[in-house]
């Protein structure tokens, strides 16, 4: 039975991290890309579109996300590299 647990405890996280990345960053990315799109709405005289600055926020926050995961993963992936060769120890 400890087994059982064990695995079902590992299979919930590992489907927990592959939504996350798998379709969580280009959940963000696409959300990143729709807030910094002009929007429909005109203004007053006729003039283009124009987007509010909640929503240039939120599209730079959105990709402000990606950015720190993808560096985190590369930081994550050369671990082994920096601690050996610099004696930096990251995670």
Do not use: E, Y
Request: net charge negative; with cysteine; charged share 10%.
């Amino acid at each position: 039975m400890d087994l059982f647990l064990d695995t079902v405890n590992s299979l919930w996280q590992v489907v927990l991290i592959g939504l996350l990345f798998g379709a969580g960053l280009p959940a963000i990315f696409a959300l990143g890309i729709r807030f910094l799109s002009p929007g429909a709405t005109t203004t007053a005289d006729g003039n283009g579109a124009t987007r509010t600055p909640a929503a240039l926020f939120a599209g730079v926050a959105c990709f402000a996300v990606i950015l720190v995961a993808i560096v985190a993963g590369i930081l994550f992936i050369m671990k082994d590299f920096l601690a050996h060769d610099f004696g930096i120890h990251l995670f």
